[in-house]
């Protein structure tokens, strides 16, 4: 992996890391659907515009389906979810539950494909679970009684992601077989405009909670545009450069960054519960995707920015 990867990796996992900061600040204000509502369309507008400079025609009309499933369980409802949790959990709570994504998502492939979970991956999905119980049952700040849903609602994005990811990988495969393949690019472009078709309508019902100020806008704004749009394409990117594999690794990044910036910004408090909590869940994760830094280099191959 180059410098110029490596780079790209850590802001990926800053920017993915401030989501949920962002969400922290702004979703007791704004409300969780006033808030994604301006995520996703800040978001669709950016990529659009991007798709505009590269000249790429999003061919909404003929996938149009498939990007509402994309759209739907891959940003739509788990942004919203999020954005609930976002209103009674701490950013690194919130950045933690995040990771447990790809646990859920392989226990929702060996449903799907009717296999038996290996060993790996049951142990994996026991230090996911203990670490999320480390880090909420013995978080001081909360009360157990007021966040329970909230941590329901956190743990139902992660797994909202993973029935996407499975989609994704086997369902959208279902269809047109002489279809052409859909572009990660255009996926992201079509689903993001999806999930604002999905969740505008629903604007006038949940108004915001308090006037709306240029500060709640300007985080809602880069929510969508850096958070989402940007984000979206260094991870292609990513994808482009050294794989998909390599690419994961954002995944276990993610809370670090997010468990800092609550701390830098928000003084969220990092104890042992929080450290021990989100190092159980990311060995978890890694032992269910089966990742290894080890093998990731032995067969990529070490490189120093050329």
Sequence with gaps: MTTANIIRLLTLAALWGGTFLLMRVTAGSLGPTLLIGGRVGFAAIF?????????????????????????????????????????????????????????????IAAVLTRTALSKQTIAGLGLGIMGVSVLVGLESGFDLSVAMWPIVAGTLAAVSYGIAS???????????????????????????????????????FFPANEAITGSMVGAVVALGVLCTGVAYLLYFKLI???????????????????????????????GWHTVIGSALVIMGTMLVTGFSLRRLYQRKGVSNGH
């Design 47 to 107: 990529l659009l515009l991007v798709a505009c400079y590269l000249k790429r025609q999003l061919t909404f009309r003929r996938y149009w389906s498939h990007f509402m499933i994309i759209g739907f369980f891959n940003s739509a409802l788990p942004f919203l979810l999020f954005a609930y949790a976002a209103q009674t959990l701490t950013a690194a709570t919130l950045a933690v539950l995040n990771a447990t994504a790809p646990i859920w998502g392989a226990i």
């Design 240 to 270: 482009a450069d050294v794989g998909a594999a390599p690419a994961l690794s954002v995944t276990f990044l993610i809370p670090v960054f997010g468990i800092l910036w609550g701390y830098l910004f928000l003084d969220e408090s990092i």
């Design 166 to 204: 499975n989609y994704a990988k086997h369902g959208a495969q279902s269809g047109d077989k002489s279809a052409p393949a859909i572009s990660a690019f255009d996926n992201a472009h079509g689903s993001m405009w999806a999930a604002t078709i999905i969740v505008v309508p629903l604007l006038p």
